[in-house]
């Protein structure tokens, strides 16, 4: 199997953009697109931003033993499929996951060759700027998500290798730096 990446970290960091910019670098990264039962936002397409299921078919799909990880976040459930991961390593192809703090530990127990990032902001008034200016979630959504973020920096010690995103550039390099590394170790 190839190698897995976990990028994790509080949501709001730029988890997403600095993920769009490694697979610019490194194209033969794969990401793989996770399941949720959070609504869709505006521009959001099914199955390439997300699998939107609803909590029946999520939770059916948790019986089965399809997740090779999933979480309860922010009253969402969100999960990477194990078909997701499967047809992508198997393939040969790097395969990068951006989840929750909660998915990057069970990943560490179930997956432990995988390599953990963690995406950390600068500061925390950098976070709350960050999760207002999307404006797409409602100001409960944002306060409930930066009450989350909080707790979730404290996790960075958890993590193998921390990146912190102070200017898009110079993580984006570390970033590279760390999976170009990982991908020549095999
Ligand atoms: P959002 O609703 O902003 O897209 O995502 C909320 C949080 O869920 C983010 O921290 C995101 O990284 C995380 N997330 C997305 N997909 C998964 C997944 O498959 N598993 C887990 N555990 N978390 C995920």
Known sequence: MAKVFVIAGPSGVGKGTLIGRLRERVPTLELSVSATTRPPRVGERDGVD???????EFDARIAADQFVEWAEYSNNRYGTLRSELER?????????LEIDLQGARQV????????????????????????L??????????????EVAEAELAAREEFPYVVVNDSLERA???????????????
């Open 108 to 131: 560490a127990e179930r997956m432990p060759a995988a390599v953990r990032v963690f995406v950390a902001p600068p500061d925390s008034a950098a976070l709350r700027q960050r999760l």
């Open 50 to 56: 997300y699998h939107f299921l609803d909590r029946t």
């Open 172 to 186: 984006t390099d570390e970033l590279v730096a760390i999976v170009g590394s990982q991908l020549l170790v095999g």
């Open 88 to 96: 992508r390593a198997d393939a040969g192809f790097p395969v990068v």
């Open 133 to 146: 200016a999307r404006a797409t979630d409602s100001p409960e959504v944002i306060e409930q998500r930066l």
